[in-house]
């Protein structure tokens, strides 16, 4: 397809572009400046912008003209007041008129129209619904274009004669039309043609470049092909005879001049090779030569070549964009590879269909030529978005939608009135409700499918941004990687990298192939340490937007806000922690203590000096920040053996770490009282005589499991109270799972897991 966004550049040589409009750039994969897309914006206030401003409003009057002049021409072009429906035969049966001799033949079949007396041409479905572009039978087409001749000299002559089924022969006076008689669908592709025109003049105009010519021939090429389309639907017996020899040469030669511009811009972006010239040069000798040929003579099977041309030409464009000359892919390649796939195979299915015409029913045949106006309608949109692809996603995805509601209307339309013979008013008016029916029903799911299908919500976002901000907590060697998580979460580039340079704000450069995020000291304040470098965003499928830079500014200015509120948070808990723990060892450890010494047996003495161990490690525990977990372990090991042995029960306990980690208080706190209910429902409920205690680490799982030999059972009916219920919450709070199994012959295992306990499981603990 038509080439409009440059590659990217390398990050630290370009500029960002603006905001308001299109910058430029130079490729540096091919050494050349960047197509339409990134040119600076129409208001800068130069003069080359004002002399720009002049030709557009040029532009714009020299389409209002045209159509203008267009229109006149057609509602002054004499007609027969009259609606015509197929027969089942390939007839016409009058269905409606308001000429006066011509009512009483409504519900007749038209045989033909008298050329002079004592002879009639035949005239039937084909020769009113179908355009010579496509016909695939050369002698078909010949005597469809003889046929309209014949019948629009006869109608511009002032006088005309039509010949019905019944031997009647009914005088005629065609009259002008009419501005009312042009049809809703005269003005709807007359519209969307003077769009076309006029975006096909603001790219060259904004950057004059080979490439945004090439756009631009392509634009005006399909609008005069949406122009004809527009004369052609309406109302009326033939075409005005000054277009009936000319409109096959002139929809073909458009065609194939739209064929060969995209080719070529196709080859020269957004990767180039010297090689693929050849083809090009091929396509465009083969476009002038069917030129020259079609106004010198007739070529037979020149329709197959003309639709063998194109369709060349398109299998060429997929290539050339499947076919990279780098290994790196580009976003703007992938986009218009799935346009030039979708379009080739809608040409291929048509061409088949125009093929298979001769072959169908007769009153069938008829509907074969919705095909073509449809298609016009189809490329022109998509002629119509290429510009569009390298700027705002919002801006694409609106247009996208808006002109493929505007394409279904236009073929819904033109199906009602093709199938079920409605009035032009019915039709359109029809056909726009049920596609406006059809946009509210599926354009959630479009959004969707174009924005991506992972898109965050604000719940989710800030999820992530708090889980970053305590890993980063944890671990501040890691903050930039944590980072670079997070934005790659959120954009999903095809790569992301750490660069040099410095910048206060995230910025767009490469003409949107890059975005570039400063990335701010986390651990030492506000300053900065290089940056992080996206490259193509939703793993290629668009390019990156000022929207996108913003976003990810907001982005980075939440995360350090999310950090200092959970310093700030971590410091009152500490405080609060040490408050109490020293509350705890001065006024409950003295009491204990005293008791202690008061008491008046051996086993009241014992069992307080055990209780005063535990306050100890308890307060400890809240006193530190930080916890080895080899440490740690021990201590569950010196105080869960101590309480199997009060209860006369036997402790085997084994411990393999990988690495010895450092917990935090939320862990270790969390860890220590899931341990001791799990330990204390077992002396109390399970009856056991030994308990097995198996406490492993292995590349950041952490697991710890806990069986006996007791009376417990049936772990599935058992009432989650407090205990159970805070074990399973504290687990939970640590991103952690907890199950209870029977164990044989009898007992019951269970077992925690910690994923991440090296860095997710911590932040997730926090949380």
Wanted: charged fraction near 20%; hydrophobic fraction near 45%.
């Amino acid at each position: 397809m038509s080439s409009t966004t440059a590659a990217e550049d390398p990050p630290d040589s370009v500029q960002p572009a603006s905001d308001s409009g299109w910058s430029h750039s130079t490729d540096s994969r091919f050494g050349e400046p960047s197509t339409f897309g990134a040119t600076p914006p129409l208001a800068s206030g130069t003069p080359r912008i004002g002399w720009r401003r002049q030709a557009l409003l040029l532009a714009a009057v020299v389409a209002c003209l045209t159509v203008f002049l267009l229109a006149r021409v057609m509602a002054n072009n004499p007609h027969v007041a009259a609606d015509w429906r197929v027969t089942h035969e390939g007839g016409l049966e009058l269905v409606y008129t308001n000429v006066p001799g011509l009512k009483e033949e409504v519900g007749r079949e038209l045989v033909g129209i008298e050329i002079e007396p004592g002879s009639t041409l035949a005239f039937d479905a084909l020769a009113l619904t179908h355009s010579a572009r496509w016909l695939a039978d050369d002698e078909l087409r010949q005597r469809l274009i003889s046929t309209r001749l014949q019948v629009a000299r006869e109608v511009e002559s002032g006088h005309l004669v039509l010949v019905f089924n019944n031997g009647h022969r009914v005088d005629v006076v065609p009259r002008p039309r009419g501005y009312a008689g042009l049809g809703a669908m005269f003005w709807l592709l007359s519209a969307f043609a003077m769009v076309l025109f006029l975006v096909g003049w603001i790219v060259p105009l904004v950057q004059p470049q080979l490439r945004n010519l090439l756009y631009a021939l392509m634009a005006l090429s399909q609008a005069g092909q949406l122009l004809l389309a527009a004369i052609g639907s309406v109302p009326g017996l033939t075409l005005p005879s000054s277009l009936v020899l000319r409109e096959h040469s002139l929809l073909t030669l458009l065609d194939l001049a739209t064929g060969a511009a995209v080719l070529h811009a196709t080859a020269l972006h957004p990767y180039r090779a010297r090689w693929r010239f050849l083809p090009v040069l091929a396509s465009w000798g083969a476009t002038l030569g069917f030129g020259i040929y079609a106004v010198l003579g007739q070529q037979p099977h020149h329709w197959w070549t003309a639709q063998a041309l194109l369709i060349a030409d398109g299998a060429l464009c997929i290539l050339f964009l499947a076919w990279p000359g780098s290994a790196q892919p580009h976003p703007f390649a992938i986009v218009m590879r799935r346009f030039a796939a979708v379009t080739v195979g809608a040409l291929v299915l048509l061409t088949l269909a125009v093929a298979l015409v001769p072959h169908m029913p007769p009153d069938v045949q008829p509907l074969a030529a919705v095909g073509p106006v449809i298609w016009s309608v189809f490329f022109a949109s998509v002629i119509l978005m290429v510009p569009f692809i390298s700027r705002s996603q919002n801006v694409m995805r609106e247009f996208a939608m808006l002109a493929g509601v505007s394409t279904v209307a236009t073929s819904v339309d033109l199906l009602f009135v093709a199938v079920f013979s409605f009035s032009q008013f019915a039709s359109l008016t029809l056909s726009l409700f049920l596609a406006l029916g059809a946009y509210a029903a599926v354009r959630q799911w479009l959004v969707n499918q174009m924005m991506g299908a992972r898109t965050l919500t604000t719940e989710r976002m800030f999820e992530h941004l708090y889980r970053i901000a305590r890993e980063v907590e944890a671990k501040p060697e890691r903050a930039a990687d944590r980072m670079a998580d997070l934005l790659r979460h959120v954009f999903e580039p095809l790569e992301t990298s750490r660069t040099g340079g410095q910048g206060r704000q995230s910025r767009v450069v490469a003409n949107g192939a890059v975005l570039l995020v400063p990335v701010p000291n986390l651990t030492q304040g506000p300053m900065l340490d290089g940056q992080i470098a996206l490259r193509f965003a939703e793993r290629g499928k668009r390019l990156f937007t000022p929207e996108d830079a913003r976003l990810a500014d907001r982005i980075v200015e939440q995360l350090m806000r999310a950090l200092a509120h959970d310093r700030a948070v971590e410091r009152g808990r500490s405080e609060e922690r040490q408050r109490i723990a020293q509350d705890l060892h001065d006024d409950i450890g003295a009491r204990l203590l005293t008791l202690m010494y008061k008491a008046q047996s051996k086993e009241m003495e014992d069992y307080v000096r055990h209780t005063l161990q535990d306050l100890k490690t308890l307060t400890r525990g809240l006193a530190a920040s930080t916890h080895s977990l080899a440490l740690a372990a021990a201590e569950w090991k010196t105080d869960i053996t101590a309480r199997l042995e009060a209860a006369r029960c036997e402790l085997e306990w084994t411990a393999s770490f990988d690495e010895d980690l450092t917990l935090t208080i939320i862990q270790w706190s969390s860890l220590t009282r899931i341990l001791r209910e799990l330990v204390s429902n077992i002396i109390a409920h399970s009856k056991a005589t030994k308990v097995l205690i198996e406490m492993r680490l292995h590349e950041g799982l952490f697991t710890v499991t806990i069986s006996d030999d007791g009376v417990g059972r049936t772990p599935a009916k058992w009432s989650h109270g407090l205990g159970l219920g805070g074990i399973r919450k504290r687990v939970k709070l640590m991103g952690g799972s907890v199950s209870w199994r029977e164990r044989e012959p009898k007992g019951i295992v269970c077992l925690v897991s910690v994923p991440n306990l090296d860095g997710g499981g911590a932040g997730a603990a926090k949380g």
